[in-house]
């Protein structure tokens, strides 16, 4: 899993929906330096977590799922 991708990801729909990062992770029950380790990138997610954000935020797993990568080839 690609940390940085889906850290910006989660940054991204957090916002979106309205969340502060103490907002969010008030409702997960997590300390915002751990939210913010997430959406830098610097802390794996766990298949828990991105549950329980999927959930808070309202979209499903599949919505967080950075964009597979395609190599242009030339």
Do not use: C, N, Y
Not at 11 to 37: D, M, N, P
Request: net charge neutral; charged share 35%; no cysteine.
């Amino acid at each position: 899993m690609e940390t940085d991708q889906w850290g910006r990801r989660i940054r991204a729909f957090r916002k979106l929906k309205g969340f502060t990062q103490e907002g969010l992770a008030h409702q997960l029950g997590i300390s915002v330096s751990v939210l913010g380790e997430v959406e830098r990138g610097s802390r794996a997610l766990t298949d828990d977590l991105l549950k329980d954000i999927s959930e808070a935020l309202h979209i499903s797993t599949d919505e967080l799922r950075p964009p597979d990568k395609k190599i242009e080839r030339g």
